[in-house]
Structures are given as C-alpha cells and as structure tokens.
C-alpha cells in the first residue's frame, strides 16, 4: 500500500525570512504589503498570535495590542530560497519528492521501511533534517497527498494507519481546509456554516449531485475528499542542477567587509544543503543587484570541490578584491554547482593517505591562499621539449597493483629531483668529457659517468612555409622560430661529494645546465 508524507512549515514567509535573518526570531514579526498605518496584516508569527493579533488586521489595530510589532515587507527571495532548502532537506530522506505550495512538500516512503525502523522514525528524521536548514516543520503520513497534507495542517507529527482514514476525516473541522470561494463565488466555508456543517464526517454523508448543484465542481471535490475518494498522483520533480540562496537587502553596502559578512551566513546554508544530499561545492556564481537597477555577476573558480566556507568566502574576497562593484549591492545572489566527492578505498598494503574530504579542503585553501591557477599538479607536456609541463587539478594517481607471485627485492631506487628552471654550471672538460663540475652549492670531481645520449625537437618550427603550401627549399630559418628548437647532449654523473646528478649541454649556446638531482 502507497504511504505518502507531507513535509510542511507553518507561516512559511514568516518562517523564510526568520531563516534569511535570524535575528528576527526573537523579535514581534508580522508581514504587511505596506508600512501605513491602515494596511492590513498578511501574516504574524506565532509569538504574535498569542497576543491576539491576527492576520487581516490593520497595523494600527494591531500595534494598539502590541508596540514592539515589527511590520516588515514580503521576500520572494527569501521565501524562494528556504522552499529549495526544504526539497533538499526532505530529498536527503527519499528521492521521490513533490514540491507543492511554497513551504509545503511530499515524498513518497515506499522502500525507506528497509532503512528505518517504521513510519516514526522516518517522521523523526525528517524533521531533524529540516531543522538543520533553519525551519520548523510538521508532518503528515497517510495513504494519499490530500490526507497527508490534512495530517500535517493538524501541526507536529500525525501518522494516518492504514484503514483509519475515516476516522481521522470524521472529526477534522471545516476551517482547516482553508476553503476558497466556489464557481458561483460564494464563500464555501460560511455556506456551509449556514448547512450546519462543521466537520468533514458531516460533509460526507451528503449526496454529491446535490452539492455539486448548488457549489459547482468544488464541492463535489470536497465531498470526494471527505469520504477519502481523491487520489492525486505524486509528480517527482526533477533534480536540481543548481543551488542557490538569495537574499535582498534593507539597504545599499558599498564595502566588501559588511559584503562577507552576509555571503558568509548564504554560503553556511548553501554548505550545509550540500552535506545533507552528500555533495560538495564547486564553482561559485555571483551575481549582484545594484543600486539604479544595475546589475554585477561574477564566476569564481574553485580548485576543488569542498564544504569549508571559509576557504570559499576567501576565494570570493580575493576575487571581489581585484574587481570590486561599482555601485552599492541590494541584493545578492549565489549559485554553487554541486560535485560528487572523490571517494577514496584503503589499501592494506600502502600507507595510508589523507580522507579525500580533508584532502580537497586542503587544495581549497590553498587556492585561497595562492589563486586557483597556481595550484594543482604537475604533469607532462604532449611535447618534444624535456621540461614542458601543465598544471592540471590535483588527482594523484592510484597504485599500481601489485603482480602475483611478485618477490619484493631490497633494493632501493633512485628518484630524480628535477630543477626547475635548469641551473646554469660551470663544467671542465678533457677530450670532450666532463671532468669536474661547479655550481651554485656544488662542485666536484667526476668519479663516474654515463652518456652523452642526445636530445633534439622543435626544429622544424624553424621551416617557412609558402603560399603553394611547400617547404621553403632554401634552409634559412627564422631566428624567432630557431629559438623553439633544442639540441642537448644529456650525462648522468657520480661525483666525489657523493651526489647523482644529470646535467645536460645545450648545443646552441654551448652552455651546461643542472637538469635534476638523484635522491
């Protein structure tokens, strides 16, 4: 049988703006479409509500109650962005999810049973996992969408059992279903006030054809809901590519400190979305409203992927820091892609290496530190030229595997240090053979030698090309292009000091460089 759970957070705008800006928690919080005295209340808190101030009241009305009530304006921002917090709170739980009006979700709990010790304890997570985003929920569980959300309207925790639909429909009140005007435009809840009916078992008992008569196609809708007869589907959504977190500002900030301040709270949020669906940050968009309704984006590289605020609020400050805005920013918008974390398996025979997580938030303030583009690994270049290397994003290289039947030798293998950029020497010579060699920190007599082997490429960059497409017969080459090509005589020395080097001899300019030492 389908069990569907409805995730839902009472005063959602209230709740949205609470989570945007949390010192508003503790203050008298009510929304209205205007500050002026005569507008009246979209929504109060409930701290609010316990003081009998009510939505639909004036300001004025209201603040006679109360003169500590703060009247602030609606964010569909802020409301946008705890809405995408709650699917994500409740798709770390169940990959079936249904976004429903602002502040209220379904998941479908088939084959969580496998995971959690019955319908309670999956109800229990998923109110620790939206608590963790800033909001309180309740929820519902019953057998379809529409007794689920009626569960969760009830408040706290509600589980329908199967079979005991009725029973829960029987008693509920009319004035929970927040009953609109029908297709005549009549108030649906005061004409059946006027019937005498007040709870849904009572709605039940009545005929549809007659209802649907006198209310039209929403009565009989709600006559089918009173007797458990409407079973709406669950339309998963698609999973979010992007997250984000917006906020709009009370005024204008024109320094990057008060800037930090702000993302830093967005990025804590967006973090802790990203763990709960086990994913991390990757690259991070900007993008600023500005006052005179301009507009500012940027997109910030980040080396790898983690969780640690810190180190991406630092690469967002060095980046702002060498391009700030212009103008004051009013709003702020962040967009992280999300990546999968690079898992990593313990060998038992190799020691053990750093947990990928605290590998990647390592690079990542290293990046903050020295930029982006100068962190990473080195590899080789597709060239000719020894030396040529590219810095490419640091992904070490997993072990070989070990061959059967391998017998460990003990024997130990050089390395070789390479110097880079090759260190210029002085090398004496006899009959063409290097004898004793000097350097910076370095000089002694040659003991031991292996070599020359010879090393050329690039030479053809030297060639023109003419306009039928054929080498230029004529051997003259271009001094410019004639730089790009080598040719070096490479020898591997034992010195007296001890040390293993290779050196090499560059043909052009008949000079020695220092290429590498053995360790």
């Known amino acids: 049988m389908a069990r569907i759970a409805c995730i839902m957070v009472a005063d959602f705008s209230i709740a949205a703006l609470v989570r945007s800006n949390p010192a508003l928690g503790a203050a008298l919080l009510a929304i209205g479409p205007s500050l002026a005295p005569h507008a009246e209340l979209d929504a109060v808190a409930p701290r609010v509500r316990e003081l009998g101030i009510r939505p639909g009241m004036t300001i004025a009305q209201a603040r006679a109650i109360s003169s500590d009530l703060a009247v602030v304006h609606r964010s569909p921002a802020a409301e946008s962005s705890a809405h995408s917090a709650l699917l994500d709170a409740v798709e770390s739980v169940s990959p079936v999810v249904e976004s429903g009006a602002p502040g209220c979700v379904w998941l479908d709990l088939a084959g969580l049973h496998r995971i959690y010790n019955g319908e309670a304890e999956i109800t229990a997570e998923l109110?620790?996992?939206?608590?963790?985003?800033?909001?309180?929920?309740?929820?519902?569980?019953?057998?379809?969408?529409?007794?689920?959300?009626?569960?969760?309207?009830?408040?706290?925790?509600?589980?329908?059992?199967?079979?005991?639909?009725?029973?829960?429909?029987?008693?509920?009140?009319?004035?929970?279903?927040?009953?609109?005007?029908?297709?005549?435009g009549d108030d649906l809840e005061t004409t059946l006030s006027r019937w005498g009916m007040r709870r849904l078992g009572e709605?039940?008992?009545?005929?549809?054809?007659?209802?649907?008569?006198?209310?039209?196609?929403?009565?009989?809708?709600?006559v089918r809901l009173a007797r458990g007869g409407i079973h709406a589907p669950l339309v998963p959504r698609r999973r979010a590519e992007f997250f984000v977190e917006t906020v709009e500002l009370e005024y204008g900030i024109e320094n990057l400190e008060p800037l930090g301040f702000v993302m830093r709270a967005m990025l804590e949020r967006l973090a802790e979305r990203l763990s709960m669906r086990a994913l991390v940050a990757g690259d991070v968009t900007l993008a600023f409203g500005m006052s005179g309704h301009r507009s500012f984006s940027r997109r910030v590289a980040v080396a790898a992927p983690s969780n640690d605020v810190r180190a991406i609020l630092t690469l967002i400050n060095l980046s702002l820091e060498a391009?700030?805005?212009?103008?004051g920013v009013e709003s702020i918008r962040i967009e992280i892609a999300p990546r999968v974390p690079?898992?990593?398996?313990?060998?038992?025979?190799?020691?053990?290496?750093?947990?990928?997580?605290?590998?990647?938030?390592?690079?990542a303030r290293l990046a903050a530190l020295c930029g982006p583009g100068n962190v990473g690994m080195l590899s080789a270049e597709n060239s000719h030229r020894p030396e040529a290397m590219r810095l490419d994003p640091f992904a070490p290289h997993p072990a070989p595997p070990i061959p059967e039947n391998a017998?460990?030798?003990?024997?130990?293998?050089?390395?070789?240090?390479?110097?880079r950029p090759a260190r210029e020497i002085e090398v004496m010579c006899s009959r063409e053979i290097p004898e004793f060699v000097r350097g910076e920190n370095l000089g002694a007599r040659v003991i031991s030698i292996a070599g020359p082997w010879r090393r050329d490429g690039e030479w053809w960059l030297?060639?023109?090309?003419?306009?039928?497409?054929?080498?230029?017969?004529s051997d003259e080459k271009d001094p410019a292009a004639q730089e790009c090509g080598f040719i070096r005589d490479y020898y591997e020395l034992a010195l007296e000091d001890g040390g293993v080097y290779r050196i090499f001899r560059d043909l052009n300019s008949d000079k020695w460089f220092l290429d590498g030492a053995y360790d």
Not at 462 to 473: C, E, I, K, L, Y
């Open 127 to 184: 109110t620790r996992c939206v608590r963790r985003v800033g909001m309180e929920p309740a929820a519902g569980v019953a057998a379809n969408k529409e007794l689920a959300h009626l569960a969760a309207r009830c408040g706290g925790v509600r589980v329908i059992e199967a079979g005991r639909e009725r029973e829960f429909l029987n008693w509920l009140p009319l004035d929970m279903l927040d009953l609109g005007k029908s297709d005549r």
């Open 407 to 419: 017998v460990a030798k003990n024997v130990t293998q050089l390395v070789i240090r390479a110097i």
């Open 342 to 363: 690079r898992p990593a398996q313990t060998d038992m025979f190799l020691p053990p290496c750093p947990a990928p997580d605290k590998l990647q938030t390592t690079i």
């Open 203 to 222: 709605l039940a008992r009545l005929d549809p054809d007659a209802v649907g008569t006198r209310l039209g196609r929403r009565g009989v809708e709600l």
């Open 462 to 473: 030297g060639f023109t090309v003419d306009t039928d497409m054929h080498a230029d017969s």
């Open 323 to 327: 391009a700030p805005p212009e103008y």
